[in-house]
């Protein structure tokens, strides 16, 4: 059982809420060796970019330029220090990420975003991306008064609107990048779409429900949505120069998270109050808005799926049955396939989506689709794949999005497709069943005359391609004859235009637009150019599929929940025609506060390109490293860390000392991982005891303890099943202190403590096929396993010879009776032999004693394979084997934290366990002993910077040395 804290530790805790304010150490992935970089320099940015990315790192200085300009007119916020600003085309991705811990940085994919994404919806996504992800700085980044003072004596460590609630930091950058012309996200159709259907079908989530990653649709995406609509709401209701006071104040607060606190001195009233001010501000707006689509009169198709989610991207395999792409958060999103003739029967699961599946074609009954996979171990692209005994992938490198499958006018089955290159979108095709696609590769519309591209379809009976293509400025439909390349635009509205799929008697095209602000179908008659409107959906209509007899259409309604699959009869007698619409931006639902100035956007930046130096390593600042104890025992010191911008180099230098001893600790590490192998070297001392015998006394000494460490580390990353190798080098050795001097004549010679030097190889494989969802309390599929070999010997540098043996073996296993129940079966064991005092010793038995509040407060969970049931190391050899056998289940989702104090519980799940384990020398044997009990778990979030997990539970072991045991833990 843990021990009870004593009063002091709570103050202590108090204490955890400030330091906690320090930046998360980050996990670091290799990057391509072969990729040269440079970098444009001026006054406050620096872009760095490589091989193919020159133009558009030139487009990005001149938008961070711009940005620093104009949302400081707006906000009246600077950053205090040059922003790094680096450019990666290894994703196929649009998004970015940034940081002010210990320098300002920011990070942005190149890939452009498609039709469908959040960020396409803008006239120009790059300008929303670099605003969005500089407001996070200039916000981050303003610290005054005490918490200025410190970071001015140890750097930039103390950073209160650093900690603060991802609906607060992403809702302002939403906002500030939606007040740019075009408007943002908070001026899409979709976001509209989404804000309206929560507040009408009761997810609208409350303020505490937004402090961690909501379960509840539209999760990730909520702090981004209903954080941007609430700081439109605050904007229009106090104006935006009392957000700015606002963030001014609170980056001068010594205690942080007092949010409310502070908003009451500027707002009037707590966030709980304007949150409900704001919600029922947008019922109010929302219902008024459907009142106008009912009166106008609503036209919905049968539903032919329940639930929500994502169900989407469908086309008819045959005329009965159509395939689409399920993701319900609860299991493998995967290709599913449903007879609409008999659509109460149960969905048939084709495949499973491993890295997703982001498209799908359908041609004479073959199915297609694209999906992210890795290549040369650190690009994530998409590729091509058709359904055949699973996924067989049809290409490699080919940065594959939307696809469309046809015969070519040999009858050679071709696939089109888009792709982008950094920004520069493009549509190629190839003949599929050629042994390397690349070399029949043919360039159907040149990088550069699109500002991005999607949704590629050929019409029936013809040799033109119909797509959806972002020109000057809008999205709209257009066609390309695939001899002559020649182009046609068939819609020219301010509309955006998406997902075009013909009628089979190629008269009309069927697409999804937000004409009146709400994405529905409509169809254009190609001969004519009348456009007609086929849904009037409340929420939204997306990725229609028509039927091969041209009789129906399947598509995606949006709703409360998510996408679900509809149907309507396919009848143009009973379209209605369309003279006249209204802007899709009329109808927002909440009014800008003021007009924003104009983007101040310059030409294209002229500066030289210089090769990259990684000048950010420096040390930038002091942080402090603390290890509390009720007993006393408490460590306090400093680090010094470091990485360049490019993630390519890390230092750690570290010290600390027993506040009553002095015994000191220290500690230097480097990395690289600038080659596929990641290198590391670490160099630790630390002090330590050791016994001497003294008069016939045992007595004890000093000891300085060092310990070198050197490795390489390769991992293997894949779509289904990723892998790591690594090799790695130790030498351990101990400088023994000054011994007493013996006093007593009559005792024996005093015994000096062996200084022994321990030196060896280790070489370690292991693999990973393990999956779990969103609504997941537990991994709940797959396989894992290790294997780890390390010998030691005189040769190695070390005095005595080894050889140790570890593995380990972990499989789950879901319960066919309901969600997140799950059987897991953790296996793992070791071996050592060889000299004594080389080799290596096992305990195995219960838990140790935790000191809950010191190991909160100290951030020290404990982790590890334990045998329930028995004290702690009850059972010790230079042998093991543990098995765990674990059946896990949920009980209830909380995800909820104390109002705007950010302590948040989220899944409350239990297990109930049988243990066996056994432990042996070479000359003893503990036999097997085993252990049965049960525990609930708890997982929380403290001050959004950990991840933890409290755990209660009971344990009865059943061999000698069992015992009840209950315990109460903190753990990952």
């Known amino acids: 059982m843990s021990n009870i804290a004593s009063p002091r530790s709570f103050a202590l805790l108090a204490i955890l809420a400030v330091i906690l304010l320090l930046a998360p150490a980050k996990a670091f992935a290799g990057t391509d060796p072969n990729i040269r970089w440079k970098t444009l320099s001026s006054e406050h940015f620096k872009v760095h970019f490589y091989q193919g990315g020159e133009l558009m790192a030139r487009r990005v200085m001149s938008i961070a330029n711009s940005s620093h300009q104009w949302v400081g007119e707006l906000l009246g916020l600077y950053p205090s220090q040059l922003v790094e600003i680096s450019l990666w085309d290894d994703v196929d991705s649009a998004n970015g990420w940034a940081s002010v811990h210990p320098y300002d940085k920011i990070r942005l994919f190149a890939a452009p975003p498609g039709p469908d994404s959040e960020l396409g919806v803008f006239s120009d996504y790059l300008s929303s991306l670099v605003v969005h992800e500089y407001t996070h700085i200039v916000h981050m980044d303003e610290v ?37 012309p075009d408007g943002g996200r908070l001026g899409s159709s979709q976001y509209k779409m989404m804000l309206r259907q929560a507040a009408l079908g009761g997810t609208f989530p409350q303020l505490s429900q937004l402090t961690v990653t909501p379960i509840i649709w539209p999760r990730g995406t909520s702090p981004y949505l209903f954080g941007g609509f609430f700081f439109e709401f605050l ?86 049955h159509v395939v689409w792409v399920k993701s319900d958060g609860r299991s493998m999103s995967g290709l599913f396939q449903l007879d609409i003739e008999r659509p109460n029967k149960k969905p048939q699961r084709l495949v499973d989506c491993d890295g997703g599946c982001h498209s799908v074609a359908a041609y004479r009954g073959r199915i297609f689709s694209t999906s992210t996979s890795w290549n040369r171990l650190v690009y994530q692209y998409g590729e091509i794949f058709e359904l055949k005994d699973g996924l067989k992938k049809l290409t490699s490198r080919s940065r594959a999005r939307d696809l469309a499958v046809f015969d070519d006018k040999f009858n050679a089955t071709t696939i089109a497709y888009v792709r982008a290159d950094y920004d520069q979108a493009s549509l190629v095709s190839f003949a ?80 999804s637009s937000d004409h009146e602000g709400v994405f529905d179908l409509f169809a254009l008659e190609l001969a004519t150019g009348q456009l007609f409107r086929i849904t009037r959906e409340p929420g939204g209509a997306f990725w229609p599929a028509v039927s091969p007899a041209g009789t129906s259409i399947v598509y995606s309604a949006y709703g409360p ?104 600790y220290g500690a230097l590490q480097y990395k690289y991982f600038g080659l596929f192998p990641n290198l590391s070297l ?55 202190g000054e011994i007493p001097k013996a006093h007593e004549p009559a005792s024996t010679t005093p015994s000096r403590p062996e200084s022994r030097r321990l030196a060896g190889l280790t070489a370690s494989a292991s693999f990973s096929w393990l999956r779990s969802w969103a609504k997941s309390v537990s991994t709940e599929r797959g396989l894992s396993g290790g294997i780890s070999v390390g010998g030691r010997h005189k040769w190695l540098g070390s005095d005595g010879k080894s050889l140790t043996i570890t593995g380990t073996l972990d499989g789950y296993v879901p319960m066919p009776w309901g969600h997140g129940h799950v059987l897991a079966l953790l296996t793992s064991g070791a071996t050592s032999i060889g000299d004594i005092g080389t080799i290596e010793v096992y305990g195995q038995g219960g838990f140790p004693v935790q000191d809950m509040v010191m190991a909160i407060i100290n951030n020290q969970p404990l982790s590890g394979r334990y045998l329930r049931g028995y004290g702690h190391n009850a059972f010790v050899g230079n042998s093991y084997f543990l098995g765990n056998l674990e059946y896990r289940f949920p009980i209830f989702p909380i995800f909820r934290s104390l109002g705007t104090i950010p302590l948040s519980a989220r899944y409350l799940h239990g297990a109930v366990f049988a243990d066996l384990g056994r432990t042996w020398t070479n000359d003893s044997s503990s036999g097997f002993n085993w252990g049965i009990g049960a525990e609930l778990s708890l997982g929380i979030n403290l001050f959004l910077a950990r991840d933890a997990t409290l755990k209660i539970g009971y344990a009865h072991g059943f061999a000698d040395k069992g015992k009840d045991t209950f315990y109460f833990l903190f753990s990952p």
């Open 144 to 180: 005054s008064k005490i918490p200025g003072f410190v970071n001015k004596v140890i750097g930039k460590t103390f950073l209160p609107n650093g900690a603060i609630q991802k609906w607060f930091i992403e809702g302002l950058a939403v906002f500030m990048e939606s007040q740019l």
């Open 235 to 320: 904007a229009q209701k106090f104006g935006l120069e009392t957000i700015t006071k606002f963030i001014k104040n609170y980056g001068a607060n010594v205690i942080p998270f007092l949010l409310n606190t502070v908003a009451k001195r500027h707002f009037g009233t707590t966030f709980y109050s304007l949150w409900s001010e704001f919600h029922a501000q947008v019922i109010a707006d929302s219902e008024k808005h459907l009142a106008e689509l009912t009166q106008l009169g609503l036209i919905q198709g049968e539903r032919l799926t329940k639930g929500g989610e994502f169900n989407g991207r469908a086309v008819f395999k045959d005329p009965r």
């Open 432 to 511: 599929v069943g050629e042994d390397k696609p690349s070399e029949s590769e043919k360039v159907i519309i040149q990088p550069g005359l699109f500002s991005d591209l999607g949704d590629p379809v050929v019409l029936p009976g013809s040799e033109h391609l119909v797509f959806t293509g972002a020109k000057d400025g809008q999205w709209d439909l257009w066609s390309v004859n695939l001899e002559t390349g020649q182009l046609q635009q068939l819609t020219n509205d301010k509309f955006l235009d998406r997902d075009p799929v013909p009628t089979p008697d190629g008269r009309f095209i069927v697409f």
């Open 561 to 664: 929940k998510g996408y679900d699959l509809a149907m309507l009869p396919l009848e143009p007698q009973n379209w209605i025609a369309i003279d006249d619409t209204k802007a899709p931006h009329a109808d927002s639902p909440l009014e800008s506060a003021q007009t924003p100035p104009p983007f101040p956007m310059e030409t294209d930046f002229d500066g030289d390109a210089t090769p990259y130096r990684a000048t950010s390593l420096k040390p930038r600042s002091i942080i402090p490293r603390w290890a509390f104890s009720s007993g006393g025992n408490n460590r306090l010191g400093f680090e010094f860390t470091g990485s360049d911008v490019l993630d390519r180099h890390y230092f750690l230098a570290a010290f600390d000392a027993d506040l009553t001893r002095i015994t000191p």
């Open 682 to 736: 670490d160099v630790v001392t630390w002090n330590g005891t050791d016994r001497a015998i003294i008069d016939d006394q045992i007595k004890e000494v000093d000891a300085r303890n060092w310990m070198i460490n050197a490795g390489a580390s390769l991992p293997i990353p894949g779509r289904v099943v990723s892998f790591r190798v690594s090799l790695g080098y130790s030498i351990r050795w101990k400088m023994i």
